[in-house]
């Protein structure tokens, strides 16, 4: 079955490390986003990518950083400035000019330690 | 700027009981209004998309509609497998390319 796969489910960072979050998805979807999902907030979205080695910051970038080497893959790092990164991170893609909606990922629970 | 409500913030309605949730939007210039569902720990689920006004879609015990100024979702006869959040978000023409904004969701509890 196509979709969207985001490893690992669950991630624990020490304080100053980078992590890297894993987006991958079978559906040849041409764009890619990530969200960060915190209580009592709306999804916010940090990064976007439309075509393969093409990225477009979000509203909430800073302290983030993608790749979009395949089209097939997206994945997200959180480095050490971003000081506030315990959050649920999904992933999303969709087919250019197509308003079906997003299709989401499983999403990767972030929690500091 | 683009913005999206949704209310109630949480929802408890017995096992049978119809009601409505609400997403108030301001947007300029609507090109979609997304409904999803979401069920905890994981990703939300696609359920519908609206995009003018009078426009209604349904699904199963669920039907969304929407005005110029905000979206509901119905539902009938709600079961215990209703229970969940149900997101708004809404896309509007002056926003950055495939952008979406979404509203805090719903939490649905429906109880047997």
């Known amino acids: 079955d196509g979709g969207i796969t985001q490893s690992p489910k669950y991630l624990f960072r020490k304080e100053g490390q980078n992590v890297t979050l894993s987006c991958e998805q079978n559906?040849?979807?041409?764009?890619m986003y990530w969200y960060r999902q915190d209580p009592g907030q709306g999804l916010r979205l940090i990064y976007y990518?439309?075509?393969?080695?093409?990225?477009q910051k979000g509203d909430i970038a800073e302290g983030y950083s993608v790749s979009r080497e395949k089209k097939e893959s997206f994945p997200l790092t959180v480095t050490s400035a971003q000081k506030n990164p315990t959050a649920f991170y999904l992933c999303?893609?969709?087919?250019?000019?197509?308003?079906?909606?997003?299709?989401f990922g499983s999403g990767t629970r972030l929690t500091v330690v | 700027e683009d913005q999206v409500t949704q209310s109630p913030e949480a929802l408890r309605l017995q096992e049978g009981e119809s009601s409505s949730l609400n997403c108030s939007y301001t947007v300029s210039g609507l090109r979609g209004l997304f409904w999803y569902r979401q069920d905890p720990g994981k990703g939300p689920e696609f359920l519908f998309t609206l995009y003018s006004a009078g426009e209604e879609k349904e699904k199963e015990r669920l039907k969304a509609t929407l005005t110029k100024k905000e979206s509901f979702l119905h539902i009938t006869a709600p079961k215990p497998e209703d229970s969940a959040t149900y997101l708004c978000a809404v896309q509007g023409v002056k926003v950055g390319a495939n952008n979406l904004f979404f509203g805090t969701g719903t939490r649905l509890t429906v109880i047997p």
């Open positions: 990518s439309q075509i393969v080695n093409d990225f």
């Open positions: 559906l040849n979807h041409d764009a």
């Open positions: 999303a893609s969709k087919r250019d000019r197509d308003n079906y909606g997003y299709t």
